[in-house]
Antibody, heavy 119, light 107 residues
Framework: QVQLVQSGAEVKKPGASVKVSCKAS????????VNWVRQATGQGLEWMGW????????GYAQKFQGRVSMTRNTSINTAYMELSSLRSEDTAVYYC????????????WGQGALVTVSS | DIQMTQSPSTLSASVGDRVTITCRAS??????LAWYQQKPGKAPKLLIY???SLESGVPSRFSGSGSGTEFTLTISSLQPDDFATYYC?????????FGQGTKVEIK
């Protein structure tokens, strides 16, 4: 069965960086894009960007341009999202999700990783 | 970026009610729209994709319609398990955006 398993919760200081991992299983990792979405407590969903695990191509929301990097390691079927220059407003649950471009749908989600930014 | 505007933000309804949520795009997105349901502490769950295609395993009381800039999610007869927050998301081009969400509450 398809699974996306994310790394655990992190606590970071303002100005630091965080790298969240997302390990895929149950399907061919390089066949589907990975999207990253975040959600601050009590707030809505915010799309951050996408990565094609086959080519490594990426696309980021304008809000995160220059501060986010999405990469992958195909030998271990894992996607990564790194966010730098963290500030308190980046405190949120970060989700990875599998995106099927031909159908225009995200059908599987990771369990989420809480990132807390606090001094 | 394409902006997605959902309405209403909150909706109070009773079990058995017919519920409609609207999502408007700032420019045409053809039918590249999905609807998700989210419950507290959980990841979103896909309900509808390509504006009107029902995801496998999703009850048939959920339906979606629309194209271009205006879309609707309809729950034909609200069930206790349907009280949750609903989001639309557009998948046009290379930048995807969510609506701000609609919370469906018990009346």
């Amino acid at each position: 069965q398809v699974q996306l398993v994310q790394s655990g919760a992190e606590v970071k200081k303002p100005g630091a960086s965080v790298k969240v991992s997302c390990k895929a299983s149950g399907y061919t990792f390089t066949s589907y894009d990975v999207n990253w979405v975040r959600q601050a407590t009590g707030q809505g969903l915010e799309w951050m960007g996408w990565m094609n695990p086959n080519s490594g191509n990426t696309g980021y929301a304008q809000k995160f341009q220059g501060r986010v990097s999405m990469t992958r390691n195909t030998s271990i079927n894992t996607a990564y999202m790194e966010l730098s220059s963290l500030r308190s407003e980046d405190t949120a649950v970060y989700y990875c999700a599998r995106y099927i471009a031909a159908a225009g749908k995200v059908d599987y989600w990771g369990q989420g990783a809480l990132v807390t930014v606090s001094s | 970026d394409i902006q997605m505007t959902q309405s209403p933000s909150t909706l109070s309804a009773s079990v058995g009610d017919r519920v409609t949520i609207t999502c408007r795009a700032s420019q045409s997105i053809s039918n590249w729209l999905a609807w998700y349901q989210q419950k507290p502490g959980k990841a979103p769950k896909l309900l509808i994709y390509k504006a009107s295609s029902l995801e496998s395993g999703v009850p048939s009381r959920f339906s979606g319609s629309g194209s271009g800039t205006e879309f609707t999610l309809t729950i034909s007869s609200l069930q206790p398990d349907d009280f949750a927050t609903y989001y639309c998301q557009q998948y046009n081009g290379y930048s995807y955006t969510f609506g701000q969400g609609t919370k469906v509450e018990i009346k």
